[in-house]
C-alpha cells in the first residue's frame, strides 16, 4: 500500500536519511524501530510530504505521490500523527477535531466522524470545549490520534505514539492501535518503545543512522534477544 | 450553525455599539470632534484589515500601510481633474493625465490594483514565516515609500497630490468599518481561518493534517490588503490631498498599537485596542499644545503622542503580550460568563442538597 524506495532526506549537508526502502501492506501493522536520531521522524514526515526528499520514489495505493504536498497527500489517505502530541493547544478539542478533517469537504460526513470519535474517546466529549492545553497528556495523545482519524486515513502513521506516557496509558495506545486494526486501518507505528510495538505488529524495521539495519517478522524479532541487544540498547525485555 | 448567520449574530453587538457611538457624534458633536470620529473609524478599518492578517498568520505585518497608501494614490490618480492633472503631474506615466473617471469605478480600480500588488508580494511572502516574513513586510513598506517619494512624474513626491474629489464623510466610514468588521469575524471562523490560526501556533502539526499553509497565508495577506486599502480611500477622499509621510512609520507605529494592545489575536480587542488608542493619542495631542488646566497652564510637550504610544507598547509587551483581550472575542466572553454562572449555580445547587 505504502512503497517507499531508496529514500534520501536531507537537512543542508546532512543526510538524516540514507538510501532506506520500506513497504507496508495493506491491513499490516509494521513497526519502526530505532534508537533516537536514527531518522524515524524525518523519514516519516517525508512520507507524508512535509519535508522533500533529495532522491528515491514514494508510491501510496498505486500513484506516485513523491512530489506532491501534504495536503494531498492526506486528502489520497495517507496521515500522519506527529511526534510529542501536537495538538494545537490553544484551541479547543472541537477545533482540534475539525481541523483533522482539513482536506475534507463533507460537512455531513465530518460532524458524524466528530460523533463517533466522541464515543469512541467519552473523555473528549466531556473536555469539548476546553482548549487542549488543559488536557493530560494521554487525553492529549488520545485527542491526537481522533485528530487524525478525521481525515479517514487508509494508512495512519503514528510518530511515538507512547513517548512520555504512563504505562497504564501505553497499554491503552496499544489497545486502541489493534481496535482500530480490526477496523480495516492499515499502520505504520514509529516507537522507541520496541517490545510493545512489535507485540502488536506484523513486521519490523530497525532504523539506525539513517539507514535501515533489520527488517523481518515481528514475531521473531522480539524473540531474538541478540537482535534487540544489538540496535536498541540494553534494557529492553 | 450556518457561518454566515453566526459570523452576524456575533458580529452585531460591536457594530451596533459603533454604531450607535457614531450616529451620536452625528447628531451632537462639534465639527472637530466628528473628524476625530472619522479619524477613529478609518483607523479601525485599517487595524481591522491588519489584524486579518497578523491575527490568523501570528506574523507581526509592519508592511500593511503600504496598501493604504497604493489605493489611496490610486483612487487620486484616476479621480483628480484632468486640468488640474496637467498642471500636477503633467508627466504622470501610462498616459495617466488624460484619464478620468468616476469615483465609484476608480474605488473598485484601486482596490483590484491594491489586491493585485498583494497578491504578487504574497507569492514571495506566504513561503516563508516568522522573522523572516516579517521582515519581508518591513522591507514592502520601505520599497511603497520609496516609490511615493521619489516616483514624482506619477506622485508628485513630497509635494503631495491635491485636487481629490472630498466624497467621504463620518457615515462611510462607519459602513466601511462595519464591513470590515464582519469580513474579519467571518474570516476567522472560517475553516481556512482556523487552519491558519492552527498554523501558526504548530506549523509541523497543521501541515501534518494536510493544511494548505501556504496557500491560506496568501488568502489572507489579500483581503487584509484590500481592507487596510479600503482604510487608504477614505483617508485620500476625505482629506482631499495625500502625501508619502502618511503611508510611513508613524501611521504604521499607531495601527500596530492598536492592534496589539486589544490582542491581535481577536477581532473584538483590535475594536477595544483601537478605541483606547484614539482616546489616549487625542488627550495626548491635546497636552501637545499645553493646555490650561484648573487655571495652571501646562508646559508645551510635542512629540508626546509618539512618547504614549511607544509607551503603550512597551507595557503591553511586558505586562500583558497577548493583549487586553487575547484570544478572547465578545462572544466568548459572554460564553464564558454564562458558563461560570450556571457552574457556580449548579455547586450551589449541590451544596444546598
Same mark, same amino acid.
Given at each position: ?68 504536498? !501534504? ?22 478539542? !472541537? ?98 518503545? !520496541? ?43 | ?30 465639527? +472637530? ?39 489611496? +494614490? ?154 487596510? %486599502? ?7 477622499? +476625505? ?29 473584538? %480587542? ?84
Amino acid at each position: 500500500m505504502l512503497e517507499l524506495s531508496n529514500i534520501v532526506v536531507q537537512y543542508g549537508m546532512v543526510k538524516a536519511v540514507r538510501n532506506v526502502s520500506l513497504t507496508v501492506g495493506k491491513g499490516e501493522i509494521v513497526a519502526l524501530l530505532g534508537p533516537n536520531g536514527a531518522g524515524k521522524t524525518t523519514l516519516v514526515s517525508a512520507a507524508v510530504g512535509i519535508l522533500p526528499v533529495a532522491a528515491g520514489n514514494i508510491r501510496f495505493d498505486g500513484a506516485d505521490i513523491t512530489k506532491r504536498p !501534504a495536503e494531498s497527500v492526506v486528502a489520497m489517505g495517507l496521515t500522519l500523527t506527529p511526534e510529542g502530541r501536537r495538538v494545537f493547544a490553544e484551541l479547543s478539542v !472541537a477545533d482540534n477535531l475539525t481541523l483533522g478533517a482539513a482536506t475534507r469537504k463533507d460537512r455531513a460526513g465530518v460532524a458524524e466522524d466528530i460523533d463517533r470519535y466522541l464515543k469512541m474517546f467519552p473523555i473528549l466529549g466531556e473536555r469539548y470545549h476546553q482548549v487542549a492545553k488543559t488536557l493530560s497528556g494521554g487525553e492529549q495523545q488520545m485527542l491526537a490520534v481522533a485528530r487524525s482519524l478525521m481525515s479517514r486515513p487508509k494508512l495512519l502513521m503514528l510518530d511515538e505514539p507512547s513517548l512520555g506516557l504512563a504505562p497504564r496509558i501505553v497499554e491503552r495506545i496499544f489497545e486502541l492501535m489493534i481496535d482500530l486494526r480490526k477496523s480495516g486501518l492499515t499502520m505504520l507505528v514509529v516507537e522507541q518503545n !520496541a517490545t510493545e510495538a512489535l507485540g502488536i505488529a506484523d513486521r519490523g524495521y530497525i532504523m539506525a543512522s539513517g539507514q535501515v539495519v533489520y527488517e523481518g517478522n515481528a514475531a521473531e524479532m522480539v524473540d531474538s534477544e541478540d537482535l534487540m541487544e544489538a540496535y536498541l540498547g540494553a534494557g529492553v525485555h | 450553525m450556518n457561518l454566515l448567520l453566526r459570523t452576524g449574530i456575533n458580529a452585531v453587538l460591536p457594530i451596533g455599539i459603533l454604531v450607535l457611538l457614531g450616529s451620536a457624534i452625528l447628531a451632537f458633536a462639534e465639527p +472637530y470632534q466628528v473628524r476625530v470620529a472619522y479619524a477613529f473609524f478609518m483607523n479601525l478599518v485599517i487595524a481591522i484589515g491588519l489584524q486579518v492578517f497578523m491575527g490568523n498568520t501570528g506574523v507581526v505585518s509592519f508592511g500593511h500601510v503600504s496598501f493604504m497608501g497604493i489605493s489611496a +494614490y490610486a483612487v487620486s490618480l484616476l479621480t483628480i481633474p484632468l486640468a488640474l492633472k496637467k498642471t500636477l503631474i503633467p508627466k504622470a506615466p501610462f498616459e495617466l493625465a488624460t484619464v478620468h473617471v468616476g469615483i465609484v469605478p476608480a474605488i473598485v480600480l484601486a482596490l483590484l490594483f491594491t489586491a493585485l500588488v498583494a497578491w504578487l508580494s504574497g507569492m514571495v511572502l506566504k513561503r516563508v514565516g516568522g522573522a523572516a516574513a516579517e521582515i519581508l513586510t518591513l522591507a514592502l513598506l520601505v520599497i511603497s515609500f520609496v516609490v511615493f517619494n521619489a516616483w514624482i512624474d506619477l506622485t508628485r513626491g513630497p509635494r503631495s497630490l491635491y485636487g481629490i474629489p472630498v466624497v467621504s464623510s463620518l457615515p462611510w466610514a462607519m459602513a466601511a468599518a462595519a464591513v470590515a468588521i464582519f469580513v474579519a469575524k467571518l474570516f476567522r471562523d472560517s475553516d481556512g481561518g482556523l487552519q491558519l490560526r492552527a498554523s501558526s501556533e504548530n506549523l509541523l502539526a497543521a501541515r501534518a493534517m494536510g493544511v494548505p499553509v501556504e496557500s491560506l497565508r496568501l488568502r489572507a495577506w489579500v483581503i487584509s490588503a484590500v481592507l487596510v %486599502g479600503v482604510g487608504g480611500i477614505l483617508h485620500a477622499t +476625505y482629506l482631499g490631498t495625500i502625501g508619502p509621510n502618511s503611508y510611513y512609520f508613524t501611521q504604521t507605529f499607531l495601527i500596530m498599537a492598536m492592534v496589539i494592545l486589544g490582542g491581535m489575536r481577536s477581532v473584538s %480587542g483590535t475594536i477595544v485596542g483601537t478605541a483606547l488608542i484614539s482616546v489616549g493619542s487625542e488627550a495626548a495631542r491635546s497636552l501637545e499644545n499645553g493646555p490650561v488646566i484648573f487655571g495652571s497652564k501646562l508646559p508645551e510637550m510635542f512629540g508626546l503622542t509618539g512618547f504614549f504610544l511607544g509607551t503603550v507598547i512597551v507595557l503591553c509587551m511586558t505586562l500583558r503580550r497577548d493583549g487586553i483581550l487575547g484570544d478572547d472575542e465578545f462572544e466568548d466572553i459572554v460564553r464564558q460568563r454564562r458558563m461560570r454562572k450556571t457552574e457556580a449555580a449548579a455547586a450551589a445547587g449541590v451544596a444546598a442538597s
